[in-house]
């Protein structure tokens, strides 16, 4: 991407509270081609073989189609799986993702507020949110307690520790989504401009000042 992006293991970048990026503790799914092609295999699909067709969709951007491409040419030559892109200009896109999703799509979020809350629960939570993975079951049922107890917790120590526990179930136990990289701003400012730079509250034009040349 080639503008300072760092990879995620986890869905929540560090800024966010409750976000397990910089916890020890936590570890997300490695690139792993040995264990994916035994995971496949185990699922009856060796090398590919039998796999049925799998899209990948996409909104119409420069970007997201590199990232494709790159994911469907290292499927192909890891897993013997041959994945289809598609993509969608954004309203048609929202609207697929929201009604009829293909088994892949991507995604984007940005914080309305710095806690876990506003992107687990707001997100993933079977009953409280879209639940666009329309996902279900044990793990599911775990997560949903995990958010939902964070959420009336008055304990920030414990809510840190749900969080990271739920962020497990979403991006390992069950790998509801594949994080990819937390984004970046590339700014160019003057150098006799002194300035602050965004943060959730937007930028604050007011505190900027302009150097005597």
Known sequence: MKAGQRPAECFAPRGIFGSPEDDPKFEGIKFDPEKARALLAEAGYPGGKGLPEITYMLNTNEGNQRIAEFAQAGWREHLGADVRLANQEW??????????????????????YPDENN??????????????????????DEFDRLVEEAAASADPAKRKELYLKAEKVLCADSAVIMPLYFSTNMICTKPYVERTFASLTGEQIYYWKVKAH
């Open 91 to 112: 309203k048609v896109y929202v609207k697929t993702v929201n009604t009829d999703s293909p088994q892949i799509w991507r995604m984007s979020w940005g914080a309305d």
């Open 119 to 140: 992107w687990v629960l707001e997100n993933f939570d079977t009953k409280l949110s879209l639940n666009n993975p329309r996902w279900s079951g044990p793990d599911a």
